[in-house]
């Protein structure tokens, strides 16, 4: 039986570039960060180098085009800066490149202020999006709901169960205390209003233009909380700087003292999505099982 044959990664993409029409492309250096994807640079013999990003196998016909929609949102709805998108296709991705975060507090001061501005100017009244879109490899449901914590409910968490991962990581009395968790959401969060939110904000989805602002890729919006997007900030490692975003944050948008203790419960979400979809979850699967400890029923 003959071995598949296995493309590097950059001669991927260049080829997809090329099926594209971007026949200038010269060369495609592979870039770091991306968890679901493959990525690079790619080097023009005319124009700036681009972003690309392409999967092997692409989950759906339109990963890329909801991606490319969720970017347009963010910028005009919500007044954040984003990547300029080249082109959208069933195969690939290609922005304009970003530069890596400089350090410092007053870059995350102004990350503050972007995504204040993003929350509290695009208030909504339902919860979901008009179609679904894609958290890496795996469809987010953003059927509209009137209720939030029904809505964060089925389509954020419950969801996750009879992934086969999570299936494997999590046991029956997991499973059972994330649905009694489920059952008490109204009396463990605030009532919030939907916005929009960015859906997947860890800390390696915050890059700078090249003139040092904050500008946000790698979306999966819906009208949501808007502690969704604080808590995936808060618990994927940002540097030590990033403490002024979370004072100047607070300030702006009114947020009560009480928000540190509902980031556990609020990431759930996130760290079931990681589980699901990667053979090495990061800790997720230990972070979930803490945050459902006091949902087990004691014998």
Known sequence: MEEPVVVPPATFLLECLFRAGMRDVVTVEPAAGGLAALAGIATRRVGPPVFVKAFVEAPADDVFTAEAEGLAALRELGGATTP??????????????????????????????????????????????HRDNWLGRRRQINTWNDDGFAFFAE?????????????????????????????????????????????????????????????????????????????????????????????????????????????????LRQHLAVLAQFDDDWGAGEQIRATLAPFRRRT
């Open 84 to 129: 300029e998108v080249i082109l959208a296709d069933r195969e690939l991705l290609v922005l304009s490149v970003l530069r890596p975060r400089p350090r410092g507090e007053a870059f995350w001061e102004r990350f503050a202020h972007m995504l204040a501005h993003l929350h509290t100017k695009t208030t909504h009244p339902r919860f979901g999006w």
């Open 155 to 267: 389509h954020r968490l419950l969801r996750w169960l009879g992934q086969p991962r999570v299936d494997a990581a999590l046991d029956r009395d997991d499973r059972a205390a994330l649905e009694r968790l489920c059952h008490r959401l109204p009396d463990l969060l605030p009532q919030r209003p939907a916005c929009l939110t960015h859906g997947d904000l860890w800390a390696q989805n915050v890059l700078a233009t090249p003139d040092g602002r904050p500008a946000l890729i790698d979306p999966a919006v819906s009208y949501m909380w808007a502690e969704v997007d604080l808590a995936h900030v808060w618990t994927t490692a940002p540097p030590p700087e990033a403490r002024r975003f979370f004072e100047v944050y607070a300030e702006l948008t009114a947020l009560d003292n009480d928000w540190r203790a509902r980031m556990p419960i609020i990431q």
